[in-house]
């Protein structure tokens, strides 16, 4: 699966994608396995609740199942006017 990183998410994690290959059950469990990877991971996703997360550009949550999703993408809250 193709993993986005966007805004101050992609500057702690050093990345704007990866391809990852993962027997996570939910968004959850995927950010589970990214934060015992590596220090970088842990500060980018130490407060989820500063982040959203979009499936196949749906916005989701953290408890969606990650059946059959092609695309994760993380980033901080948008505003706009």
Known sequence: MDVLYFAWVRERIGLPR???DTSAQ???D????????EDR???AFADRSALRVALDQE????????DGVREVA????????
């Not at 995927?30 to 990877?37: G, I, P, Q, T």
């Not at 916005?59 to 990650?66: E, G, P, T």
């Open 18 to 20: 990866e391809k990852l």
């Open 41 to 43: 991971y842990a500060m």
């Open 59 to 66: 916005l989701s949550d953290f408890d969606a199942k990650l």
């Open 30 to 37: 995927l950010v589970d396995e990214l934060v015992a990877r």
């Open 74 to 81: 993380f980033f901080p809250p948008m505003t706009g006017g």
């Open 26 to 28: 939910t968004v959850s």
